[in-house]
């Protein structure tokens, strides 16, 4: 009894803008994220939909780096840290790829043209 009058004391309440931080934080340790890049008017969107959340990100990959599997890692990421720092559900994770920078050297470029003799 004593442990379930304790669980009714009260609830936690984890404002939006700690959930963009945590999506933010998280894709940005994510290797050949470069940086997030806003989409619409912010970086992040998080939407509650009572224990789950909804996210949005936009990033811009490194142009040595495979985009797809960049944000594959970003989404997988960032639904492992809603649910382990935040204890939510992540229903889902957006990612919106915005650019790529860096340089680009595609194999084909380390080879010399042949010249005509």
Do not use: C
Not at 1 to 8: F, I, K, L, V
Not at 12 to 31: D, G, N, Y
Not at 46 to 66: K, L, Q, S, T, Y
């Amino acid at each position: 009894m004593h442990d379930t009058a304790r669980e009714q004391l009260g609830r936690v309440i984890v404002a939006q803008s700690v959930l963009a931080a945590v999506v933010e934080m998280t894709a940005l340790k994510v290797p050949g994220v470069v940086r997030t890049a806003p989409y619409g008017r912010r970086t992040v969107q998080v939407r509650v939909e009572g224990n789950g959340v909804h996210a949005d990100i936009g990033i811009i990959v490194a142009a040595e780096m495979p985009v797809a599997e960049v944000s594959a890692a970003v989404r997988r990421h960032v639904a492992a840290a809603i649910e382990r720092l935040l204890g939510m559900e992540a229903k889902e994770v957006n990612v919106f790829v915005r650019d790529v920078e860096g340089t680009f050297m595609p194999h084909w470029a380390d080879h010399e043209p042949e010249r005509d003799k």
